[in-house]
């Protein structure tokens, strides 16, 4: 790609594009190399038109809320792109349908169903992330996933082409989906059902606080370390990290959280490979001892 048409297109543009970027700051773990190019557009023109002068010339990653993704200290040798304000926009479609930009944050959706009278969303009080990374991992809590409430996705894929997926295309998994890795989700379009605002905020607080007894705050953390092992055990991969790996274990500044094993923190300035050494240690441990190979809830970018 060349640099001084990046530059050019840079000052012609709302949004912003930053060089030798520091990623520690754009996740909830404070872990991280530079970005080659971090691009953080303002609109879908923006977007697309960076799309086509980058034209597929080196790696893409597409960053939201920075709650479950681990960066390596090397150097990011492509671009993280970052959606922003313009992509965080929420609206009614119709009495119990919302579409939500794919930079808002979960919570805020979950709370503007709440304000419209929409039921189905409360779950999503629960979980940290942005609404495109719920799409791409199906996120979910209490029993409910993104799958749940998805109708239709609406995308752009590496080239700028624009698309829309139907949500009964995908296929949904636990924690996962079949999304082609080339989209960039611009926006999702939820269904729920009519409810009381005062139940659905009764619902909210009982999860927020169940929440809040079993699992870490305030931390530098990037919530569930790895999933729950799918037909093969009972037990929650919290219990069998439990019962495998004494909890005190650390890795330089890479520690297990008192409040939940599962979830792993940088308490002491930790990098890369802290935490990357005690996610293999803990995973190694619990295959020694219960047979199962645990699968990563987290992202791992190199």
Known sequence: MNLDNLIKFSKQISGSIEFEKNLKSTNWFNIGGKSKIFFKPNSLIELKNFLKLYNNSGKIFIIG?????????KYYDG?????????????????????AGSSSTDKKLSEFAKISGISGFEFLSCIPG??????KMNAGCFKNEFK?????????????????????KINFEYRKSNFPNDLI??????????????IIEKQMNEMKNKKNLAQPSKIKTSGSTFKNPI???????????????PLDTKFGGASIS???CNFFVNENN??????????NFVKDEVKKKTGIDLELEIILVK
């Open 65 to 73: 809320a920075g709650s479950n993704v681990l960066f390596s200290d």
């Open 79 to 99: 671009v993280v792109i970052k959606l922003g304000k313009m992509f965080s926009n929420l609206s009614l479609l119709d009495e119990n349908t919302i579409v």
């Open 130 to 135: 942005s609404v495109g990374g719920g799409i």
């Open 148 to 168: 749940d409430i998805l109708v239709s996705v609406q995308a752009i894929d590496i080239s700028g082409n624009i698309k829309t997926i139907t949500a009964n």
């Open 185 to 198: 989700f611009l926006s999702g379009t939820f269904r729920g059902k009519k409810e009381d605002p005062k």
């Open 231 to 245: 037909g093969h055990t009972k037990k929650k991969v919290w219990e069998l990290i439990k019962d495998s790996v």
């Open 258 to 260: 008192k409040k939940h």
């Open 270 to 279: 930790a990098n890369f490979e802290d935490m990357n050494n005690l996610i």
